[in-house]
């Protein structure tokens, strides 16, 4: 797999970058190519310090200008055409690279990677799928940000990619779907939930979704049974999600607060660090999944959290070469066609 | 304070509800009369066995039918006229009690209280505000579930509501309100939230709202930071509820389950429980608060969840109280006046 990194991108970049970039080397055999897209001024000197400069396989790909996270997605865009994440995205769309990453301003990495790239046969939006931990592994909710004024049928769209993500990354052999909604009874949700509840029945009926509709579906759902997709727009999903993180985020926070108050509680955190916090922290942990993966573009684009450290991007590089490997997109594309066909025959 | 109880309410009905009457008369002094309203014959021996069926503040009114969670909201309260919850609500309506408490069917709940009890005089919808822990305190989630396809108009009343439960009952002398949105930016946002927000600036503008409106907000604030209210609609809320709800239960369950894998963790498990595990509990537990009220209507009208046990009920009749002392809807009424003359003028 060849990569084009957005250097750039991140709170704490360049450094994050310059550390996942690091660790992917050593360990993600199957790269090739790890192209680092940003100011060379700064990015060499980093490289240097990390002993990465001269890996054949890196290659620093300069880039003057910087998408800051006040910048619109549009705007960074059609102004920026020479930023690190611009450049990133073009190596893909050129074909020098197979997948492109990005702890950057997120909305830019979906403006830049839908314009750039282009949407694959089918879809009729990209959509972002995040993975949350759950019971058997992981459940994919999505959309969870790309697209805030969603229609059913984009839904639809993300059903197939969330589907296709859980059976051949995370081996879920039958993929289960549901609708996020405000009750599991048919008869709940908004007037948007009901649509789609009502266009994934009837495509199910009609044998055109290939893996399992269940209904609506709930948080705990998400946590706690087999649910492997929970679809929503991308608004209601990007609350969804980060109210999850900082739930996670409160919960290990109090609990070490409390902690700190008692002696007692500090030599029992001690016995419980490496049997239970360390297990604990990897599975809740977002920086465990790293990065979320942009479906529906012609080609792999992840992007990571803002608040990435070395460890998510290696892992988001990870998720990029399981993509790649599984020919993800060629799934998407032949999964989409009687799909895609059915929604313009009803208009 | 004067309480209906429904005592069918709730997945472990009628037994919680006595649970919780029970401590509530041993501990909420101002309590003057109980009513527990549901099937005689199954009440009574139960009042017998708890020991307060002769406690002169209990009333033991006689409800044949019982709202399941199967029925819909509306059917229930057209259909099932003489149920434990429409009984109960129809106390509150003929003046005979203050408040009215279940733990069944919310959308029966929300129904009986809205048709039965009608809105507070300036108020468009009602909406049923939801206390998550804080860093400060608590912050104050609306709307959870009443009201799916809310307006933007619809929030702005959630907004006063919300923001007077943080000054009077979680006594915050400031109170921030925020938009719930996918991002902090002032261009983030659905459609809908968009709007909400300019309506929201506005009327902040004019000098017509009487509390801070500070933007967009997202997860991390509802936890980390001073806010008080998050305004959204009840689909989105209900979803976010439900979700930080299943993520804190995850995250427990998870801890445990590493606790046992390990006989070291499980001692430092047994050093853990008095100092951290239960102030963690009692941070995290949704039992700990009780009962959401469904603002707006007229009377007091609080839903607690449908796994309520004693303690949660007797926490929620904690908030009833609380809200009935401090006059909350009399503060709606005055607060909603000028605000809703500003958007009636607006059309």
Known sequence: MK?????????????????????????????????????????????EAAGIADDPRVVITHAPEVVTMEDSGLMAVRQKKHSSMSVAVDLVKSGECDAVLSAG???????????????????????????LPSAH???????????????PSHLVGYAVMGALMAKYIYGR??????????????????????????????????????????GNCEGHDIFETELDVALTDGFTGN???????????FFSHTLKQHIKESAVAMLGALLMKGPVFKKLSARMNPDAIGGN??????????????????????????????????????RIIAAMEPISAALKARG
């Open 293 to 330: 993966p942009l479906m529906g573009v012609n080609g792999v684009s992840i992007i990571a959290h803002g608040s990435a450290n070395g460890t998510a991007i290696l892992n988001a590089i990870r998720m990029a070469e399981a993509m790649c490997k599984n020919n993800i997109n060629d």
């Open 173 to 214: 052999p039958e993929p289960q779907v549901g609708v996020m909604s405000n009750g599991t009874e048919d008869c709940k949700g908004s007037e948007f939930s009901k649509e789609t509840y009502k266009l994934m029945a009837e495509l199910d009926k009609e044998g055109l979704f290939p893996f399992n509709f269940i």
């Open 239 to 249: 609350i969804l999600l980060k109210s999850v993180e900082a739930t996670a985020k």
């Open 105 to 131: 301003n997120t909305g830019a990495a979906v403006a830049a990677s839908t314009i750039k790239l282009r949407l694959l046969p089918g879809v009729e939006r990209a959509g972002i799928v995040s993975m």
């Open 137 to 151: 592994g992981h459940t994919m909710v999505t959309d969870t940000g790309a697209n805030p004024d969603a229609k």
């Open 3 to 47: 990569l084009a990194l957005d250097a750039m991108g991140g709170d704490n970049a360049p450094q994050i970058n310059i550390d996942g970039a690091k660790l992917a080397l050593a360990e993600v055999p199957t790269l090739e190519k790890l192209y680092l897209v940003g100011r060379e001024e700064e990015l060499r000197p980093l490289c």
